[in-house]
T-cell receptor, first 114, second 110 residues
Framework: DTGVSQDPRHKITKRGQNVTFRCDPISEHNRLYWYRQTLGQGPEFLTY????????KSRLLSDRFSAERPKGSFSTLEIQRTEQGDSAMYLC????????????FGQGTRLTVV | GIQVEQSPPDLILQEGANSTLRCNFSDSVNNLQWFHQNPWGQLINLFYIPSGTKQNGRLSATTVATERYSLLYISSSQTTDSGVYFCAVDPRLVAGKSTFGDGTTLTVKP
């Protein structure tokens, strides 16, 4: 297993377009997380899944954002009607079940909205 | 929610020098990780350390949970150590969302 994989690595889109990102977690990890990072800041939590269930969503996740993990494996994050303020690095992480577990991050998808 | 403060925000060192990075948090934590963000943006795991002390080569970390802080030590720094260092904490026993600090940007000059 090569770790958490995200696709695409970079995305440039015009304002108002929809974009979708994919995350493939480490295969035996049941938990999957999405974070957003803007320049000069630490990552901010967006949402997380345990298997296919979305257990928590941040208030940062407006109604233009939707995340899915339909079969408890890979996940997608869709942004509808993108705005310039959506420009950021979108990071995915995964971790095993259990208490006191370590999360591992993918390379991220850098979104630029023009 | 929990607050995380990292210091210093920026650190410039000569190669070979030692450094200490600090992470203060406002509440008890059950999960704490240190990461190094490489120039391409990926977060590299350094330590999982909700309490105690760990060492890995030139890096070591200590978390004093009762006093709500963690320290990352880098000895004999190298230019490849440059980048942003983050600590991330979660007060819950079963990890859900982590709260990150704003990071320490380390520049190691040759």
């Amino acid at each position: 297993d090569t770790g958490v994989s995200q696709d695409p690595r970079h995305k440039i889109t015009k304002r108002g377009q929809n974009v979708t990102f994919r995350c493939d977690p480490i295969s035996e990890h049941n938990r999957l997380y999405w974070y957003r990072q803007t320049l000069g800041q630490g990552p901010e939590f967006l949402t997380y899944f345990q298997n296919e269930a979305q257990l928590e969503k941040s208030r940062l996740l407006s109604d233009r954002f939707s995340a899915e993990r339909p079969k408890g494996s890979f996940s997608t994050l869709e942004i509808q009607r993108t705005e310039q303020g959506d420009s950021a690095m979108y990071l995915c992480a995964s971790s095993p079940l259990g208490t006191r577990t370590e999360a591992f991050f993918g390379q991220g998808t850098r979104l630029t909205v023009v | 929610g929990i607050q995380v403060e990292q210091s210093p925000p920026d650190l410039i060192l000569q190669e070979g020098a030692n450094s200490t990075l600090r992470c203060n948090f406002s509440d008890s934590v059950n999960n704490l990780q240190w990461f190094h963000q490489n120039p391409w943006g990926q977060l590299i795991n350094l330590f999982y350390i909700p309490s105690g002390t760990k060492q890995n080569g030139r890096l070591s970390a200590t978390t004093v949970a009762t006093e709500r802080y963690s320290l990352l030590y880098i000895s004999s720094s190298q230019t490849t150590d440059s980048g942003v260092y983050f600590c991330a904490v979660d007060p819950r026993l079963v990890a859900g969302k982590s709260t990150f600090g704003d990071g320490t940007t380390l520049t190691v000059k040759p």
